[in-house]
């Protein structure tokens, strides 16, 4: 397992007394889109706090690059979060400011460039995800498609080894959903990123996955290759997938 870029081993979670993740173990190999799915509570969004280093477990041992999170001091940590990028479920753009503005956000905070060299990474991330046009735009003037477009521009703007997404197509149309997936899949390509993915849509995990790990009641029930995933005999896998 030395070549992956995530190894979580044993991660028991929750909050107060409550167990909400139970012995989960996975990793993450590069270039791979992981997505983690589930049904609403089992864990989904608790997991992906982890791997970001927002919360702490119970118990458990989780490798980002290389080097153990949990027992990160803050400058180490900062380090790591600055090697991967989050695309949050709601965008979480700043409305006062233009798009652009929002993407050189890490560009003026994580490096010295000068101003110059910045509007021209802006403008490149964006031309990476269709929107040139819509850098002067505020996130309130556009379409949902076209905010989650934005604030994926802003999660690459460092270009990160890793994309952490959660729930990207959530609010989207069938059609606008199915763009987004497929412009993941290109700046995956492009850029050389491996994807971790939280969702609950079928028609995305079957368009995007690589590989499965499906939390049930706070357990890994599945965890291995789509394919496999499709004709697993497993209950809950089965029932999510034929549903």
Do not use: W
């Amino acid at each position: 397992m030395s070549e992956s870029l995530i190894q979580v081993q044993n991660l028991v979670s929750g909050y107060d007394d409550q167990i909400v993740l139970n012995d989960i173990s996975f990793e993450v190999i590069p270039g791979e889109i992981l997505v983690i799915l589930g049904t609403s509570g089992c864990g989904k969004t608790t997991l992906l706090k982890h791997l970001i280093g927002l919360i702490q477990p119970f118990s458990g041992q989780i490798k980002l690059l290389g080097q153990d999170l949990i027992n990160s001091n803050e400058k180490e940590l900062l380090n790591l979060m600055r090697q991967v990028g989050v695309l949050f479920q709601n965008g979480a753009l700043l409305n006062s400011i233009t798009v652009a503005e929002n993407i050189a956000i890490p560009l003026e905070q994580h490096t010295n460039l000068n101003d110059r060299l910045i509007e021209d990474l802006v403008h490149l991330k964006l031309s990476l995800v269709g929107l040139s046009h819509a850098a002067n735009s505020l996130p309130s003037e556009l379409s949902g498609g076209m905010r989650k477009r934005a604030a994926l521009a802003r999660a690459i703007a460092l270009d990160p080894k890793i994309l952490f997404a959660d729930e990207p197509g959530a609010g989207l149309d069938p059609v606008t959903a199915s763009s987004l997936d497929r412009l993941l899949l290109n700046l995956r390509e492009l850029l050389g990123m491996t994807l971790v993915v939280v969702t609950h849509e079928l028609g995305s995990i079957k368009r995007i996955a690589d590989r499965i790990l499906f939390l049930h009641q706070g357990k890994a029930v599945f965890y291995g290759k789509l394919s496999d995933a499709l004709k697993s005999d497993i209950e809950p896998v089965q029932r999510f997938f034929n549903a």
